[in-house]
């Protein structure tokens, strides 16, 4: 094999690790950032829902009135 020929495989194959590398890290921080998501999701819906139930206890019943044009 050429000289040439095998500095060009070394690069290559450098290439390819490097490439593996970068993909498991960015798999790594893909997953890292879905359970973020998922986390910060079960908070919001938690904030949603104590909301709405501090709505309903701040309203009382809606009285029965006539409008006001009768």
Known sequence: M????ENRLT???ELAAHQAKTIED????LARQYQVTNRLTRQVEAIAQRFLSLE???HGPVPVTKPPHY
């Open 2 to 5: 050429s000289a040439d020929l």
């Open 11 to 13: 690069a290559l194959e």
């Open 26 to 29: 960015l798999s790594d921080e």
């Open 56 to 58: 309903e206890q701040s």
